[in-house]
């Protein structure tokens, strides 16, 4: 069964720094699709950044990247020049598409505190 | 497009009342997905639809809960009786097979409280 672990229950930050949080993922398929979501305190949650399990380019948006190591099953985020908005809980999610379903599977999460 | 709208936003209940729980996905979109999440098990799938037919009901907790999609732009996630412990907040969220269906999109959530 694919499991998704996020290690670190919570980390914090000096505004304008930089922060990687980190997520590992156990799966036996090949093709598959990996996100990080993130949840401030009004509770909505909002896509971050999505990467395809067959890119070896590593997905950017504006301050937010990811390091996508394929064979070592690892999507870390990293956030540069972090802001206050920023502090929120991060969730990494992971989905398999070889059976034709479309299921999430959601790590625990990471509850980010960016200090002025 | 207004994004995935569920109603209410917050409910207070009594237990053993019935819940109905509401969403609107995004138009267009052909998968809906019901989650809840909850301080102790996280973010869990309830049941997904396709085209309004339920594809997946294995994370549905028991026959309390049960959900409808009778069309393609309405889902309800009903729970009767409820239960103190059923109290979480639960999301919808909507993606579309024409374009990068991995993605979902959520709706704000409702939260819910049955005393």
């Known amino acids: 069964a694919q499991t998704v672990t996020q290690s670190q229950p919570e980390m914090s930050v000096q505004e304008a720094e930089t922060v990687t949080l980190s997520c590992t993922y156990d799966?036996?398929?090949?093709?598959?699709?990996l996100f990080w979501y993130k949840q401030p305190p009004s509770r909505q949650m909002i896509l971050v950044i999505r990467?395809?399990?067959?890119?070896?380019q590593n997905a950017t948006e504006n301050r937010f990247s990811v390091n996508f190591q394929k064979a070592a099953k690892s999507f870390s985020l990293k956030i540069s020049d972090s802001q206050l908005g920023d502090t929120a809980m991060y969730f990494c999610?992971?989905?398999?598409?070889?059976?034709?379903?479309?299921?999430?599977?959601f790590g625990t999460g990471t509850r980010l505190k960016v200090l002025a | 497009d207004a994004g995935v709208i569920q109603s209410p936003r917050h409910e207070v209940t009594e237990m053993g009342q019935e819940v109905t729980l509401r969403c609107k996905p995004i138009s267009g979109h052909d998968y809906l997905f019901w989650y809840r999440q909850t301080m102790m098990r996280g973010l869990e799938l309830l049941i997904y639809?396709?085209?309004?037919?339920?594809?997946?009901d294995s994370g549905m907790p028991e026959d309390r809960f049960s959900a409808k999609m009778p069309n393609a732009s309405f889902s309800t996630l009903k729970i009767q009786p409820s239960e103190p412990r059923d109290s979480a907040v639960y999301f919808c969220a909507s993606s579309y097979i024409r374009g990068p269906q991995e993605t979902q999109y959520f709706g704000p959530g409702t939260r819910l409280l049955v005393l």
């Open positions: 799966t036996s398929e090949n093709n598959y699709y």
């Open positions: 990467q395809e399990a067959y890119k070896q």
């Open positions: 999610a992971f989905m398999e598409t070889s059976s034709g379903t479309y299921k999430y599977i």
């Open positions: 639809f396709n085209n309004n037919v339920p594809i997946d």
